[in-house]
């Protein structure tokens, strides 16, 4: 099979790293692949890429000429059958492969990241409305979310009606992505988890070589991953564990804001690694905490879970509950955030290490669930199917 992957960027951070890594698998499978984006981007992912891969930039984000005549020729010279646009709700990236594939046999998988029902934008509102008492500004910001709201509702529902499939991080999200979109009838609409990124097979779980850690891995932003409720709920027990400490691993406009709090909170058990291989971390740690607002699917969970890390995760968006068992391979803690309910969960990690050992091992079987092989296979059966499959409308 001839495979293009569409990137808004070569180098970045989760979608690209998955995408390499799915990259290199199909071209160790046999298929041909090529990656096209419309910019370079920060950072070195591109150097993740196995050399059979042909990757391609264009020279912004935006739908215009050079682009489409980049990628239109791009797609002819390598044969591609199926274009994987790893970005299913801006609309620059559908129709550029739109009017790159004007009559050609082209079959267009498009995959949304994130819980369908929540972005950034109408985050950032959310959080504005809880800060906000004076009932105009608060009129004002529900008029902002509504529009929004539809507007990304109706570029949802474009990219969906202009794929052959659309995929979708969890079976819970099915019913999010007919609500956001007014959709009723989703033919197209497929569930499909990204694998583990980093290759595991060599380690062997021991407790004895686990150390005293809990770990964050992720972005340093506000907005979202909320990484300050981890620092805040460490700061109520930090004196009640000496022999523990918190390390946390990224980099984020929300770095500087972080250092403030903890200095602010006089800790002296928090380390802010920056950008690192994680793998080295999850090999060490022994508690992966996450509290963001809202997730995709939640990458570093199983890739923490693959290396005995138990997770604790804010239960806000659903599909954590397809990766995390509650109270048997990892803890999730109710929705609306309650700070006690992490400082609990983590003593309550903390405090039990046969609780924690069993649990780290239940947390290793789960992993096995999305491993690379197992999601390149159901990848492989996509490709049967959108190949078989007739345009909707």
């Not at 060599?202 to 340093?220: P, S």
């Not at 997770?311 to 048997?328: L, R």
């Not at 400082?343 to 290490?353: G, P």
Request: hydrophobic share 40%.
């Amino acid at each position: 099979m001839n495979i293009l992957f569409l990137l808004k960027s070569i180098n970045g951070g989760g979608i690209q790293v998955v995408t390499s890594v799915l990259a290199n698998k199909f071209v160790v499978e046999g298929h041909n692949v090529c990656v096209f984006a419309f910019f370079r981007g920060e950072g070195n992912t591109i150097l993740l890429y196995d050399k059979r891969v042909k990757i391609l930039n264009g020279n912004c984000f935006e739908c215009n000429t050079e682009n489409i005549e980049l990628l239109h020729n791009f797609i002819q010279e390598n044969h591609i059958e199926i274009v994987i646009n790893q970005y299913g709700l801006p609309l620059t990236p559908i129709n550029t492969i739109i009017k790159s594939t004007k009559d050609l046999d082209v079959k267009i998988i498009s995959f949304y990241h994130n819980d369908p029902l929540q972005n950034g934008r109408i985050q950032t509102i959310d959080n504005q409305l809880l800060s906000i008492s004076s009932f105009f500004k608060k009129n004002i910001l529900k008029l902002k979310r509504l529009f929004f709201r539809c507007v990304t509702g109706y570029a949802m529902r474009y990219v969906y009606n202009h794929s052959d499939l659309y995929c979708v991080l969890s079976p819970s999200f099915i019913e999010n992505f007919k609500k956001f979109t007014w959709k009723k009838h989703t033919e197209k609409l497929v569930v499909q988890t990204n694998p583990i990124t980093i290759d595991n097979r060599d380690y062997v779980y021991n407790l004895n070589e686990k150390m005293n850690e809990i770990l964050y891995v992720g972005r340093l932003d506000k907005t979202q991953k909320c990484v300050h409720r981890i620092i805040e709920a460490w700061a109520k027990i930090e004196k009640e564990y000496p022999d523990w400490c918190l390390k946390i691993v990224g980099y984020g406009e929300d770095l500087e804001r972080l250092n403030i709090l903890t200095e602010k909170l006089k800790l002296s058990h928090v380390y802010f690694e920056g950008m690192q291989k994680p793998r080295p971390y999850y090999e060490k740690a022994q508690i992966l905490l996450l509290t963001s607002d809202f997730e995709g699917f939640g990458l570093v969970i199983i890739e923490g879970m693959s290396f005995g890390v138990v997770p604790i995760v804010y239960g806000s968006y659903s599909a954590v509950f397809d990766i995390i068992d509650n109270e048997h391979d990892g803890l999730i803690t109710p929705s609306p955030y309650n700070i006690e309910n992490t400082v609990s969960c983590l003593q309550k990690i903390i405090n039990d290490t046969q609780l924690r050992q069993q649990m780290a091992l239940e947390a290793i079987k789960k992993s096995e669930k999305f491993s690379l092989d197992r999601i390149c296979c159901q990848w492989n059966n996509l490709f049967d199917k959108v190949k078989k499959a007739s345009n909707y409308n």
